[in-house]
């Protein structure tokens, strides 16, 4: 997925690695290809700028416990 950075999250209050909810702010340059019939596709999309508002856990809620982990890495 474009713009995704390449990391994990995991909750050190329960220990969740798998559900999260991420707020995420992004600024894009996107090229739209519209049929003559007007349906859109989005063909070419970059992301200029991405910024993490908030992270909360899934499973116990804490948003002041979730650390990022770097892909690859035990978790």
């Known amino acids: 997925m474009a713009g995704v950075a390449h990391l994990r999250y995991r909750c050190a ?3 969740n690695v798998t559900r999260f909810d991420v707020t995420v702010t992004r600024r894009t340059r996107s090229f739209y290809h ?12 970059e992301v200029l700028s991405e910024q993490v508002e ?16 770097p892909e690859g890495s035990e978790v």
């Not at 519209?34 to 999309?45: A, P, Q, R, W």
């Open 54 to 69: 908030q992270i909360s856990c899934r499973w116990c809620g804490s948003g002041h416990a979730v650390e990022s982990v």
């Open 13 to 15: 209050a329960c220990g």
């Open 34 to 45: 519209f049929t003559v019939g007007g349906d859109l596709t989005i063909e070419e999309e």
